[in-house]
């Protein structure tokens, strides 16, 4: 399936890690200064959108003189670059994003890129967060079948109140029909048994966190 890659401004900090999958990306858009993170190594994107408040000079100057396609917006706007960022994906015909660059140093704007999920749901866009260590996805269908391998650490959390009838298979610790409390971390660091997954919720949303080690 065709996706895009964003690239948001956080931190990455191994590039091989992401080359097959900018590569094999049918478009990459940076959101303002996640340019920065591929200049450094004079990685190809198609768009930069935002306020360019945090793009840095010589960067802006590399992707002009590349043709790269710069959508510039007012610093005073109802939404943040990547929220722009997602829509004009969403315009492009694009249904699935791969984000990068997210999980930073900066609490707050990984809750936000968290919540960008949401966001993302709602126009029916199926997004992950990826970086070396994590890949986080949001699940509110009634079942998921979820890619794994055998041993895989993968931990399941609520952020948007109690979720209902979770039923997992595939995992050392299995559910049936369980309820999470919101403010429960009892579905932290389950483990994979196959290399795909089961889980169904009757009501509500989790996140899923796959830990890659």
């Given at each position: 399936?065709?996706?895009?890659?964003?690239?948001?401004?956080?931190?990455?900090?191994?590039?091989?890690?992401?080359?097959?999958?900018?590569?094999?990306?049918?478009?990459?858009?940076?959101?303002?200064?996640?340019?920065?993170?591929?200049?450094?190594?004079?990685?190809?994107?198609?768009?930069?959108?935002?306020?360019?408040?945090?793009?840095?000079?010589?960067?802006?100057s590399y992707y002009?003189?590349?043709?790269?396609?710069?959508?510039?917006?007012?610093?005073?706007?109802?939404?943040?670059?990547?929220?722009?960022?997602?829509?004009?994906?969403?315009?492009?015909?694009?249904?699935?994003?791969?984000?990068?660059?997210?999980?930073?140093?900066?609490?707050?704007?990984?809750?936000?890129?968290?919540?960008?999920?949401?966001y993302a749901d709602?126009?029916?866009?199926?997004?992950?967060?990826?970086?070396?260590?994590?890949?986080?996805?949001?699940?509110?269908?009634?079942?998921?079948?979820?890619?794994?391998?055998?041993?895989?650490?993968?931990?399941?959390?609520?952020?948007?109140?109690?979720?209902?009838?979770?039923?997992?298979?595939?995992f050392e610790y299995?559910?049936?029909?369980?309820?999470?409390?919101?403010?429960?971390?009892?579905?932290?660091?389950?483990?994979?048994?196959?290399?795909?997954?089961?889980?169904?919720?009757?009501?509500?949303?989790?996140?899923?966190?796959?830990?890659?080690?």
């Amino acid at each position: 399936m065709d996706y895009a890659v964003l690239v948001v401004n956080g931190n990455i900090d191994d590039i091989t890690y992401y080359e097959d999958i900018l590569s094999n990306a049918k478009v990459v858009v940076c959101a303002d200064g996640g340019a920065n993170l591929l200049y450094k190594y004079k990685i190809h994107t198609d768009f930069i959108i935002g306020d360019l408040d945090s793009i840095r000079e010589d960067t802006l100057s590399y992707y002009k003189s590349q043709n790269v396609v710069v959508h510039k917006y007012p610093v005073k706007k109802n939404k943040t670059d990547s929220e722009i960022s997602i829509d004009i994906i969403k315009s492009l015909g694009m249904n699935e994003i791969v984000m990068i660059g997210a999980i930073g140093n900066r609490i707050d704007h990984l809750l936000t890129n968290i919540n960008l999920l949401y966001y993302a749901d709602k126009l029916n866009i199926d997004m992950s967060i990826l970086d070396e260590n994590n890949e986080i996805i949001l699940l509110n269908k009634k079942e998921n079948f979820i890619d794994s391998y055998v041993g895989q650490t993968i931990s399941f959390v609520s952020i948007s109140g109690d979720v209902c009838g979770i039923s997992l298979k595939g995992f050392e610790y299995e559910l049936q029909n369980y309820t999470l409390s919101h403010d429960s971390s009892i579905l932290t660091s389950n483990v994979a048994k196959s290399e795909k997954v089961f889980v169904s919720i009757e009501k509500g949303s989790l996140l899923c966190i796959k830990v890659n080690e």
